[in-house]
């Protein structure tokens, strides 16, 4: 092998190890997710989760459940290991201190379905029991009885999960029913006579547990109605799905779309003949950063930001239009600001992608390298390799300061961020990390308000013991929603293989154009 690809190789591997210590950066862990879900004859579901977690800091736990259409859920309950039923309140405040949520539970409404709130109301190794009941579970389509559900879509490492699915009627491929499932590393089977999903190992943050299950026969007596037919769900899911994933077999074990580290090394063997184009290590970090810059708390908080409303509302065109320029005057964090609000790309996607803008641009900035350390250091055999900072200032811009004080804290003296440093410095400072990217949403929401694009009106609304209070309505006017647009449309250009303009695109454009491929979680395909 050549010596120059060799050392490449060798430094993709110390990054790597670098970068996977921003997996780590959580403060609360799932060790599993036991799903036990039986369908009465109407075809509702009563489902039973037992949680194993290892819990050190926040207030609450919640499982979310979205795009829940006329389907509700009912009778929630929990009990922890000590035995204790916990008191179910009428409305959920996700605010509340840590002694006001313990042994408490309710539900809280989000923007787009719900979340089941119970108070972590003490530390360490804990067991939860959660029950409730989803109504009209199962689904009439035009041809055939069915079900489409995603039942864990947390963008949380989870240590296993497992789903099972059963019925007053035993289940049979052979005989009434057909299945399928998506969003993970596992497989989904017949189990004496019922539907078992069961992940291989452990979850990411960025996959989720969804069945597609067909009913042969007419089993439930009241099921939901649907305009649909089961074809055209069963089409609408497949969509996306490589051919080689689809050998399934209608019940054969099937894997579903892992974020493996096998596809990341493969994928870097890539990057390493792109980086014989560009300039030494720029656009290996960018690519690491897409696969390994993982992590979020155990659904500690609250979800989305939300007080704003859009003039023309959040969502955008089915068809858009190829945008070629570089929108949202070329900052990142404003594309990451409508990103994370039009859902232009998946929230893991532009958290991850967001970073890795920001280092993307030091690097291209020229102020931060990529610095080979003394053998040795880190217990590699031949080259080893750090983040130096040692030329950097802090940035003007707020946001990138103070990820680059973060860094730099964790780089100690010598300002060179060495394996497994960072790591060390997120178990201390967990909370420091995680409220940076809330801020983001805030910093832009003040900006744009500064330049005129928000109007703030006052609202009186009914608060506790009878009394009233006002509250603020931001109206966010329709040319943000427009730059949202162009954002996408800019991610679809990109998407496009067709487009033979880009051919003759100046290659200094396309650093700008992998930055906000970068952020919008799209590089891996853009890089071609």
Known sequence: MNKGIKNILYGLTIIITFLLCLINVKANTIKS????????????????????????????????????????????????????????????????????????????????????????????????????????????????????????????????????????????????????????????????????????????????????????????????????????????AMDGISEEDKNYDYGNDYDASPVS????????????AFYLIFNPFTWVILFIILYMVKGKEWMIGSSKVGGLIFEGGKTLPKEINNFRDIPCDKDPFYAYFLAYNFDISSLSKIKEGIIGAVLLKWVKENKITITETKKGLLSFKDNNYAVDFGNMTNPNNELENELFKMLESAAGSNRILEAKEFEKWCTRNYYKVTSWFSKILSYETDLIEQKGLI??????????????????????????????????????????????????????????????????????????
């Open 33 to 236: 997710i036991d799903m036990d879900i039986y369908l009465d004859s109407e075809g509702n579901a009563h489902i039973k989760e037992l949680w194993e977690a290892n819990l050190t800091q926040g207030t609450e736990g919640y499982k979310p459940y979205s795009d829940l259409g006329i389907s509700s859920i009912s009778n929630f309950t929990v009990i922890d290991d000590s035995g204790k039923t916990y008191e179910f309140l009428s409305s959920w405040n996700t605010s509340a201190s840590f002694s006001n949520k313990a042994y408490k539970n309710g539900i809280n409404k989000t923007y787009d379905g719900v979340e089941l709130c119970f108070g972590i109301s003490n530390y360490g190794n804990r067991t939860y029991t959660l029950t409730y009941d989803i109504s009209n579970f199962v689904t009439q389509y035009t041809d055939t009885q069915g079900i489409y559900f995603t039942f864990i879509d947390m963008e949380q490492y989870i240590g296993n999960a497992k789903i099972t699915i059963h019925s007053d009627t035993s289940f049979s491929i052979e005989d009434n029913v057909k299945i399928w499932a998506f969003g993970y590393d596992g497989n989904i089977s017949i189990v004496d006579g019922n539907i078992v999903l069961e992940s291989n190992g452990s979850l990411s943050s960025s996959s989720y547990m969804s069945g597609l299950i067909r009913f042969e026969t007419n089993m439930f007596t009241k099921p939901k109605e649907s305009t649909k037919s089961f074809d055209d769900v069963y089409e609408d």
């Open 261 to 272: 580290i096998i596809f990341g090394v493969l994928f870097l063997l890539i990057v390493c």
């Open 455 to 528: 109007n703030v009106e006052t609202e009186e609304v009914a608060a506790s013991f009878g009394k009233t209070r006002n509250i603020s309505i931001k109206h966010v006017k329709e040319s943000v929603r427009e730059e949202a647009i162009k954002l996408a449309g800019l991610k679809k250009f990109l998407l496009d293989t067709e487009i033979d303009e880009k051919k003759y695109i100046e290659v200094h454009l396309w650093n700008e154009y992998l930055i906000f491929a970068e952020l919008l979680g799209i590089a891996d395909k853009v890089k071609e």
